[in-house]
């Protein structure tokens, strides 16, 4: 009859109101986990210099591919057509698939005190690659010297990179040294003090080199923070052309830039070219 239609969507027309209602809860319930997340992430990147992983796009296909699928209202309504309707069991599928949310907040809150704990030895760990460009010309070891053409040992990793190109400081640090030194060409040396290096137990004491620049834009003493610039990419002293040279000191001895800033940084990918 007319009457028990009326009813009947009348009754509808409550559900569906509860039902936006317990829509618009779980929007704000994830709005706000999600600016939880971004703020934890934010500070532990500032205080380490560490980029927490992303996910990587897949490289497009030529080829035209079919896409598609159901919603989870879809799915829901497969079910049971009723379930659509029911705000109780809407808002149960719908928290229920925001545990990993509670997760990944409680997991970046126990890092977050953690990385506190250690604040000023992360902040002194060359964690972060000091120039934009992300091409090698050569690498640390063993290689054939420009010059002599001779194979002997090449002490730092080299970038390519235009004339000009800005120099930034990988961690916290005092310039130990900011002049020309003979084959360096115009130097920046940092000394960071201790931090913590891939597979070590024990803290390290770290230096960092930046040779052969254009213009050096600090001072000998100056205290500077990550991300600070320290120059600009040149070809000054014993070089074939623009590229920073960079070096690093761990406990008195030179090591390989690569080992920390892969370890910690893998997303910053590297090439040759």
Same mark, same amino acid.
């Given at each position: 009859?007319? !009457? ?5 969507? !009348? ?6 109101? !509860? ?12 709005? &706000?986990?999600?600016?939880? &997340? ?35 209202? %879809?799915?829901?309504?497969? %079910? ?6 029911? @705000? ?16 990944? &907040? ?13 604040? @000023? ?16 010309? %050569? ?18 990793? %080299? ?7 800005? &120099? ?13 030194? @003979? ?5 920046? !040396? ?44 040149? @070809? ?38």
């Amino acid at each position: 009859s007319f !009457e028990e239609q009326a009813n009947t969507i !009348e009754q509808l027309r409550g559900q569906l109101v !509860e039902t936006e209602q317990s829509l618009s809860e779980h929007m704000e319930f994830l709005k &706000v986990n999600q600016e939880t &997340v971004t703020r934890l992430k934010n500070k532990i990147i500032k205080a380490t210099g560490i980029t927490l992983s992303k996910t990587t796009k897949s490289k497009r296909t030529k080829t035209k591919t079919g896409r598609g699928g159901p919603t989870i209202l %879809d799915s829901l309504s497969l %079910d049971s057509p009723q379930a659509l309707l029911s @705000s109780g069991n809407l808002r149960q599928f719908l928290y229920s698939n925001s545990d990993d949310y509670n997760v990944t &907040v409680a997991q970046l809150e126990d890092l977050n005190q953690l990385i506190n704990r250690n604040l @000023s030895i992360w902040r002194q760990t060359p964690t972060t690659i000091p120039i934009r460009s992300r091409a090698l010309s %050569d690498r640390y070891g063993m290689r054939v010297d420009p010059f002599t053409k001779k194979r002997e040992h090449h002490g730092g990793i %080299d970038f390519r990179a235009r004339r000009g190109t800005p &120099v930034y400081a990988p961690a916290d640090a005092v310039v130990r040294i900011a002049s020309r030194k @003979s084959g360096f060409g115009l130097l920046v !040396e940092l000394l960071h003090g201790r931090g913590f290096f891939p597979g070590k137990k024990k803290l390290v004491r770290y230096r960092t080199r930046y040779a052969h620049l254009s213009k050096i834009k600090v001072k000998r003493g100056q205290q500077v923070k990550r991300g600070d610039l320290l120059g600009l990419v040149g @070809s000054t002293g014993r070089s074939t052309g623009p590229h920073l040279h960079y070096e690093m000191i761990i406990n008195g001895r030179r090591t390989n830039p690569l080992l920390p800033m892969t370890r910690y940084n893998p997303d910053q990918r590297l090439y040759r070219h």
